[in-house]
């Protein structure tokens, strides 16, 4: 089956630092992955759709500048948390489709990054 | 605003019992799914529903589509410790789009 993979697990950063994590599709081709953000006891909210050559697409309320988002192939996407602060800790999770299959044969997820600012 | 709003938002049940949680919403869906997450992991695909009053069944999880596709359910028999997690359900096309979830734990 598709697998999702994500790096690292886990990370602690100081204050003020940026932060990378990459979710790969290692079996299938994605040109499209997306990045969710879950608070403990909470659902995942969407941040941002991915696209592969192109400009990620962000949901409301989530800072483009903050949140960098690059998609440089159909195998890669990485999330960068800049500037981290405090209230930026939470579990960033990754999702992808394979290519054209979309919605209808459901989302693979990554084992998401626990991300603490300290 | 959730457009899925999951209910109940906490279940904590004994070993063995039986229990719904539900998916509503105010608009309809061509389709919707049903994950599970555990701690520390992503969420895992259960099913997808697609057409209005389907019913479908995996093991002693049964899911229900309503017949005006707003809403769903998922029916858990005979409750075991490795059901526990987060249940969710989700909407999309083009984009995934979670409900606001179902925490659920089984008590041994």
């Known amino acids: 089956g598709a697998v999702v993979s994500q790096h690292p697990s886990r990370v602690i950063c100081k204050s003020g630092t940026s932060v990378k994590i990459e979710c790969r599709s290692l079996d299938f081709q994605a040109t499209t992955m997306f990045w969710y953000r879950q608070f403990p006891k909470q659902s995942l909210m969407l941040m941002a759709t991915?696209?592969?050559?192109?400009?990620?697409?962000?949901e409301q309320g989530v800072e483009k500048d903050k949140f960098l988002i690059n998609h440089a192939s159909l195998t890669l996407s990485t999330l960068t948390v800049t500037s981290a602060h405090p209230e930026d800790s939470s579990f960033y999770i990754c999702?992808?489709?394979?290519?054209?299959?979309?919605?209808?044969?459901?989302?693979?997820f990554g084992s998401g990054t626990r991300l603490t600012v300290v | 605003t959730q457009l899925l709003e999951q209910s109940p938002q906490f279940l904590s049940i004994q070993e063995g019992e039986n229990l719904t949680v539900y998916c509503n919403s105010s608009?309809?869906?061509?389709?919707l799914q049903w994950y599970r997450q555990e701690p520390g992991e992503g969420p895992v695909l259960l099913v997808t529903?697609?057409?209005?009053?389907e019913v479908k069944k995996l093991k002693r999880l049964t899911f229900q589509f309503g017949d005006a596709r707003k809403d769903s359910s998922l029916h858990i028999t005979a409750a075991q410790p490795g059901d526990t997690g987060l249940y969710l359900c989700g909407f999309g096309n083009e984009k995934l789009t979670f409900g606001t979830g179902t925490r659920l734990t089984i008590i041994p």
């Open positions: 999702s992808a489709s394979a290519l054209g299959q979309g919605h209808a044969y459901g989302y693979t």
């Open positions: 529903v697609v057409t209005g009053g």
């Open positions: 608009s309809v869906f061509s389709s």
């Open positions: 991915s696209n592969e050559g192109s400009k990620a697409t962000y």
